[in-house]
């Protein structure tokens, strides 16, 4: 099986600052990982993936970072705007099966 | 493109009745799941469909809830009967191949919100 877990479970952060969101995994045959974000009263919404043989990926203001060796992922968030409150969601793949850490809510601060 | 459609939004019964919720997946994607979230917790898959047939249903609690996905594009979720524990909300999701993989991104619908008393 696959255990997935948030190093927090919340986040306060300014306007403007870089947030960092961090996740743990227990199965190093995990090949596969997703970042979610939800926004209340909305379902989890795609951000950015990234597979096993990559340790970097960049989108639009995001970036996730993979390390194999550790088990840990994490979601950077550059230049973090009101919009970006939310709850966000590592996902993690075992053959073909996704599993959910429990979350962890961003604020952002005016 | 629209997005995964789930009716109705938000359901309040008494425990021991019956729901059902409805799902509607992005138009030509063949696989179609449900998901359970309760409040502070991530989604935890229920059920999976490819086409109309179940590829994994082994966390569905069988005795209470059922799930189809007749003609292989929109399904139903009933639960009968309801538990104060079934609380949750229902999530509909859907791809266009089978399973998280790299290039088969899982979209989500925006929840059925639950609430037995």
């Known amino acids: 099986g696959e255990s997935v877990g948030l190093h927090l479970p919340t986040l306060s952060v300014q306007e403007g600052d870089n947030s960092i969101i961090n996740c743990a995994y227990s199965n190093s045959a995990s090949d596969y990982f997703i970042w979610y974000k939800q926004e209340s009263g909305k379902g989890p919404q795609f951000i950015i993936d990234i597979r096993s043989n990559m340790d970097k990926r960049q989108g639009q203001r995001v970036t996730v970072l993979l390390n194999k060796t550790v088990k840990h992922l994490s979601l950077q968030i550059a230049a973090t705007q009101p919009g970006d409150s939310a709850v966000y969601f590592c996902?993690?793949?075992?053959?073909?099966?996704?599993?959910f850490g429990a979350g962890t809510t961003v604020t952002v601060r005016a | 493109e629209a997005g995964v459609a789930q009716s109705p939004r938000y359901k309040i019964i008494e425990k021991r009745q019956s729901v059902a919720f409805w799902c509607n997946p992005i138009s030509g994607h063949a696989t179609l799941y449900w998901y359970q979230q309760i409040l502070g917790q991530g989604p935890k898959l229920l059920i999976q469909f490819q086409n109309n047939g179940v590829v994994d249903d082994s966390q569905l609690p069988k005795d209470r809830f059922s799930a189809e996905r007749l003609k292989g594009v929109d399904s139903t979720l009933k639960i009968q009967p309801a538990k104060l524990e079934d609380s949750a909300v229902y999530l509909c999701a859907s791809s266009s191949r089978g399973g998280a993989h790299s290039g088969n991104t899982i979209y989500f619908g925006e929840g059925s919100w639950l609430t037995v008393v």
């Open positions: 996902a993690v793949s075992n053959d073909y099966k996704l599993s």
